[in-house]
């Protein structure tokens, strides 16, 4: 993989709301320059101005480091104990909180969660549909950061911190791709792919941005956020819907690389034609209730530029 710290800017940069695109700091250089008051970052010693100065090790007088943020982890599981051990056991320290919504299994998903996590929060989700179990983690989650991710193993949870990187330096909103420089699928079927792509097609033409990776369930955003994304749907085509919000709600959205493994164990749920017509619908849905509330008020659909890369 390349640089884990990679990614792509996908806000809409011309839609109302949308903050200027700045490329997100890294360890190294998140004080590089010396600031010469015009923003341009040609350092020339004055330190007068409003550009950055380059880190010396220890805080400026005054200066008071912000508190750091915590995370929950949302994981959905249906009849999933084969496979949580090797997901739960990956779950990295800066994550504060795990939480597993059970959806009505069968099989001992929530002792074998207890045994591997014995501190996770099991929250019990009886409407079927992805969707459904999403939206009862999100409610339940108390942390500053949510995160998602599924329970079949085809995730890792090694990836986590480059999604908080990116959260903690001016993103709003970060979804992994399995298409961007640095991802790839070691799962996903030809069929899959071509439907993604049209997907993804389709979705950039609409709201105008330059995603690559539309239907993948690991991403992660602002909990203060949580209520102008509003998710209602009940199946896969939730993590559009999210997606979609977020660039319409004028989010600052990033894609990083993720590598998509394969299932570890038994089959999984989606259905291609019956979810990717689910995700079309949404795409549209979203669309058409923008458009409605802009000629109630009166007001043109804008078009929004093009995103930038990071």
């Known amino acids: 993989m390349s640089d884990s710290r990679s990614g792509r800017d996908l806000s809409p940069q011309g839609s109302p709301g949308a903050r200027p695109s700045t490329a997100p700091f890294t360890p190294d250089d998140s004080h590089a320059g010396n600031g010469n008051g015009n923003g341009n970052g040609n350092a020339n010693g004055n330190g007068n101005g409003n550009g950055t100065r380059r880190a010396t090790g220890r805080p400026a007088t005054g200066y008071r480091r912000a508190p750091r943020l915590t995370v929950s982890l949302v994981i959905p599981a249906k009849n999933e104990a084969r496979n949580l051990a090797s997901v739960l056991e990956r779950v990295p320290k800066c994550v504060d909180e795990v939480i597993l919504v059970d959806g009505r299994s069968t099989d001992v ?53 480059q999604f908080l990187f990116f959260l903690e330096h001016g993103f709003d909103y970060v979804k992994g791709s399995r298409f961007v420089s640095g991802g790839g699928s070691l799962d996903i079927t030809p069929l899959r792919r071509i439907g993604n792509r049209v997907l993804v097609g389709v979705a950039n033409m609409l709201y105008h941005t330059k995603m690559t990776d539309l239907c993948y369930g690991f991403f992660a955003f602002h909990r203060k956020y949580l209520d102008h994304l509003d998710p209602l749907a009940s199946g896969f085509e939730i993590e559009t819907e ?34 990717g017509a689910r995700v079309l619908r949404t795409m549209l849905r979203e669309r058409n209730a923008v458009r409605a509330v802009h000629e109630a008020k009166g007001l043109r659909v804008s078009t929004v530029a093009p995103p930038e890369l990071v």
């Not at 997606?243 to 259905?271: D, I, Q, Y």
């Open 109 to 161: 998903t929530q002792l074998m969660a207890l045994s591997c996590r014995p501190d996770i929060r099991i929250v019990s989700e009886l409407e079927a549909g992805k969707g459904n179990a999403l939206r009862a983690g999100f409610a339940a989650a108390s942390g500053d950061i949510i995160m998602a991710m599924d329970a079949d193993g085809s995730m890792n949870a090694d990836e986590i911190p």
């Open 242 to 275: 999210l997606t979609l919000r977020a660039v319409l709600a004028g989010l600052r959205v990033a894609e990083v690389p993720s590598l998509e493994m394969p299932r570890r164990s038994g089959r999984s749920s989606l259905r291609s034609f019956r979810d």
